[in-house]
């Protein structure tokens, strides 16, 4: 007797609860690996532990040196109960590294319920390692300062003699200098601390294209981290219902981000800011905007802003000259049927740097143009780009803040929407070291010399306040002051 396959149950089907119980299982490990992030980071970050962290690292040091001269033996329980302190000290850290090294897999690897694996996004692997390479630290230096516990307690409570003596306290010592070393390194920064961007501060930008076409938020998502550049793609489709009939959520998105640099610069209020917004965007997602709890909000959008602002000020400083060219009535700007300028970092380590080049074409037709990048022992030491650079509306007069018809934000949003953006990366010979030229050469349809310019910058083995370590250091403080600022 044949039976009826429908009455078969199907353990995929769409009323199937078959690896229901396993995903929310997997949703709640993921939730508390992330609750236990946070505890233990808000612990580790309490206000004075990470100076008390290195200070009892350099004191149980100190205080194993004069052991080790042979002052003060009698206090040796001094020095066990220091290195005791030193690994108390160190817990809550290495548990805040542990779970953030397992907050951030799950974040960026795992594909849960309708959440998609961030793995196709640059920079995954390289978060992924450096907080794998915290974890190891973290345990080194707890580890160490346990065993110099050990190596000291070994000569309090032992007849050790001289010699075993000198070598337990030089291997104290060795212990603890290993301690101070890691401590130094890991207390310069405390990854995944930021609430609405954990992952952000330790993103360096590693591929981005050479022509941005929307300039700010082309910059912007380049310097997002996976998780976040994820999140910014939802957020465009989502507002594909809530911008005006004549905008796009690119083009929106893009106009929301120049009148934030403005109101940054001080040339727009809060007021201001809201009704330029209202142009674009539609009352649903201005009350989103307005919303602290929404993932993009004029708060987030700040510190985004922020931190792309201390990665990359060449590009800020190019639309800053722009704008005041376009507020003063240059005659770079509305005089010359062309306009060059670009921006490279005054210091430059690694061998590498970034050239922005911004080119403006107001001879009212379109036209070929090359651009000559000739960097002095650079590779490569010479480029030619051949590109067609959109016409540009030139000003006639110089714009003003509030003048209707040549009002700054029209007139700069224009002027930078119409503009030819490179964005060029430079590099040098390893060990290269020193003041490089750069020069920059436009030519015009016909081959001629339009515009010249030559830039200097150094290249820096050492310290280097635009390096990529030092600008994420300073992109988490930029981030971390306007979250301050805000709150306030």
Not at 211 to 234: F, M, Y
Request: proline share 5%; aromatic share 6%.
């Amino acid at each position: 007797m044949a039976s009826n396959s429908s009455d078969l149950p199907n353990p995929y089907g769409e009323d199937a609860t078959f690896g229901q119980k396993s995903e929310n299982a997997l949703n709640r490990r993921v939730r508390i690996r992330d609750s236990q992030r946070v505890l233990w980071t808000r612990i580790a970050t309490i206000r004075g532990s990470r100076r008390a962290r290195t200070l009892v690292s350099m004191l149980a040091i100190l205080v194993t040196t004069l052991f080790t001269s042979g002052w003060g033996e009698e206090y040796l329980l001094g020095g066990v109960v220091l290195f005791a302190i030193q690994a108390t000290l160190f817990f809550p850290s290495l548990l805040a590294a542990s779970f953030a090294q397992m907050s951030a897999r799950d974040r960026l690897q795992l594909k849960i319920g309708n959440n998609r694996s961030m793995e196709a996004y640059p920079g995954v692997e390289r978060i992924l390692n450096t907080l794998h390479e915290r974890t190891l630290r973290e345990r080194t230096r707890i580890l160490s300062a346990a065993l110099a516990v050990g190596t000291l307690n070994s000569v309090d409570n032992f007849e050790t003699g001289n010699i075993l003596a000198s070598i337990l306290f030089g291997l104290a010592i060795f212990l603890g200098s290993i301690s101070l070393i890691n401590t130094l390194q890991l207390e310069r920064r405390i990854p995944m601390t930021d609430e609405d961007f954990p992952l952000l501060s330790m993103h360096a930008p590693t591929l981005h294209q050479s022509t941005l076409n929307r300039v700010l938020s082309d910059l912007v998502v380049a310097h997002l981290d996976p998780e976040t550049a994820g999140a910014w793609d939802d957020w465009l489709i989502e507002l594909e219902n809530k911008v005006r009939s004549n905008q796009t959520p690119e083009s929106a998105v893009e106009h929301l981000l120049r009148v934030l640099h403005l109101n940054h610069l001080g040339l727009l209020d809060n007021d201001r800011l809201v009704s330029e917004s209202k142009r674009v965007f539609r009352v649903a997602a201005i009350d989103d905007l307005n919303n602290d709890q929404s993932k993009f909000c004029f708060r987030t959008l700040r510190r985004l802003m922020a931190h792309t602002r201390a990665w990359q000020p060449g590009l800020f400083r190019l639309i800053d000259r722009l704008e005041d060219a376009a507020l003063r009535g240059h005659s770079s700007l509305i005089e010359n049927a062309w306009r060059l300028d670009l921006d490279i970092p005054p210091r430059c380590s690694q061998g590498q740097g970034d050239l922005f080049v911004m080119i403006h074409n107001h001879s009212r037709k379109p036209s070929q143009i090359e651009v000559d990048i000739i960097a002095a022992d650079g590779e490569p030491h010479h480029q030619t780009l051949r590109l067609n650079p959109p016409v540009s509306r030139q000003p006639k007069k110089p714009a003003k803040i509030g003048e209707e018809g040549n009002d700054i934000v029209d007139v700069l949003g224009r002027l930078i929407d119409n503009s030819l953006v490179l964005w060029i990366g430079l590099a040098w010979p390893q060990g290269s070291t020193g003041s490089k030229p750069i020069q920059v050469n436009l030519r015009g349809p016909n081959g001629e010399t339009v515009s010249s310019f030559v830039v200097q910058t150094t290249l820096s083995s050492g310290f280097n306040p635009e390096g990529a370590t030092e600008k994420m250091l300073d992109a988490a403080v930029a981030v971390r002051r306007i979250a301050i600022s805000v709150a306030e």
